[in-house]
């Protein structure tokens, strides 16, 4: 898979610790082993993408085993793909990375947020961590085997344009009664908006659904990495913070849909 500047579109080389285009634009490859392909004029903030906190909450949660469910069912429904792998939404590789081994695959891991490459890069040697948007993905045209998308953003057009015409793309997402516990103790009234578990994408197919729902329970600081994991944490209010803190046990369900997708022929 080859990776495309992105500041002249034309193939970027590696060249010692860097990677370079024809044009003599050059990208570093941190000591961690990502490169940083988000050009300054492309950012809308200092730092986009989730903090060091919410990454390190996340390292430490999905350490915690808690999703492994989700993991092995992505595992299953990937049977029989075949890769390269590009994850967009990476974060900090949990996912990705065992994805990428059970398919004996090539792994390109792929976010916004730096400190979440960061952290990919440094425990997941074998695979490349990029910092890049999903909105331009510094990738040629056509060349990924499977695009992975998981509780993070999908972008139809962008991602039909670099898989190959046999690719698959699979997507995560949250289903409305995913996390209720939490919601119940943060939100005094919770009114969910019915969400459609499995969008009409356009340029794709919808070859295969399958929902994966169980329970679980965390305690003491995996409380609070469980809410620093999700979008709530952009939302809680005082209240709902501190009837969170005062949280010891929680038993939730988590219950999301994998949803497989083709390009249309
Ligand atoms: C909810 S997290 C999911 C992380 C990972 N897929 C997982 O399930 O553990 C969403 C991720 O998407 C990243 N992100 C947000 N906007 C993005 C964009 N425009 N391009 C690439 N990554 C983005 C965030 O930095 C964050 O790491
Ligand atoms: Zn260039």
């Not at 994850?87 to 730096?114: F, P």
């Not at 010891?248 to 219950?255: F, I, K, Y």
């Amino acid at each position: 898979m080859n990776l495309l500047c992105p500041l002249c579109g034309e193939i970027l080389q590696k060249a010692e610790r860097s990677l370079v285009c024809p044009n003599r634009h050059s990208f570093d490859i941190a000591r961690q082993g990502y490169v940083n392909l988000l050009p300054v004029q492309n950012k809308r903030s200092l730092n986009p993408g989730d903090t060091k906190e919410q990454v390190q909450s996340r390292r430490e949660f999905l350490d915690g085993g808690f999703y492994a469910p989700i993991c092995e069912a992505l595992c299953k429904m990937a049977e029989g793909l075949s890769g390269p792998v590009l994850d967009v939404g990476c974060g900090e590789g949990y996912y990705s990375s065992r994805l990428a081994e059970s398919m004996g695959a090539e792994l390109w891991g792929l976010d916004i947020s730096k400190e979440a490459v960061r952290f990919a890069a440094g425990r997941y040697k074998e695979a490349q961590w990029l910092c890049a948007s999903a909105a331009r993905l510094p990738v040629e045209d056509g060349s990924v085997g499977l695009l992975t998308s998981l509780f993070a953003v999908t972008l139809p057009e962008e991602f039909l344009r670099v898989l190959r015409p046999d690719g698959a793309f699979v997507q995560v997402l949250a289903a409305p009664d995913h996390l209720l516990g939490l919601k119940n103790i943060i939100y005094p009234s919770l009114t969910e908006k019915p969400k459609d578990s499995a969008p009409e994408l356009p340029g794709f197919t919808l070859e295969r659904s399958e929902f994966v729902r169980f329970s679980f329970t965390v305690e003491g600081k995996q409380v609070q990495n469980l809410l620093s994991m999700t979008p709530h944490v952009y939302r809680i209010s005082k209240e709902g913070a501190e009837a969170l803190a005062a949280t010891e046990t929680l038993t939730d369900t988590a219950s999301c849909v994998l949803n497989l997708y083709r390009p249309k022929k």
